[in-house]
């Protein structure tokens, strides 16, 4: 997946917004009030400071994630590292460089979502429950 399709992908869950705390070159979505995911240009190792814009650099998405499935998930992609500025132990940091199939980045996608809305109060997950 790239950027845009994880960006559209996690939009469309409900009651989900983009907003952009840490600037404008990092997404933070969160349901109710609650972050599941980060997107953001993978700055790791380069010397210099990416823009977003441009085509060739490479994305990174931050996902909550069951603390032994994300060490499962790390030992069976090089590109999924342990949270980038996040707990090493709650969240995974997934490189979108092509290597990861599309269907496993959606269901971690899936997976950080539902974390975080299994954690709310009943009304909040029964509202968000009743948009799925």
């Known amino acids: ?3 845009q399709q994880v960006r559209e992908y996690l939009s469309n869950k409900p009651f989900t917004v983009e907003t952009f705390p840490f600037g404008d070159d990092i997404s933070v979505f969160k349901v109710k009030h609650k972050m599941f995911a980060t997107l953001a240009v993978d700055k790791t190792g380069k010397g210099e400071k990416l823009s977003i814009d441009e085509e060739d650099s490479s994305w990174r998405v931050n ?3 069951d603390p ?3 060490i499962a998930l790390r030992n069976k992609f090089p590109s999924v590292i342990p949270g980038y500025h996040m707990s ?3 969240w995974n940091t997934i490189k979108l460089d ?3 199939p599309n269907s496993e ?3 971690m996608m899936d ?3 539902n974390l975080v809305v299994n954690n709310m109060i009943m009304e909040d997950q029964q509202a968000i429950l009743d948009r799925l």
Do not use: P
């Open 111 to 113: 997976n950080s979502f």
């Open 63 to 65: 996902l909550k994630c």
């Open 105 to 107: 980045i959606q269901r």
């Open 88 to 90: 090493k132990v709650h």
């Open 68 to 70: 032994q499935e994300a």
């Open 98 to 100: 092509g290597s990861v």
């Open 1 to 3: 997946m790239d950027q």
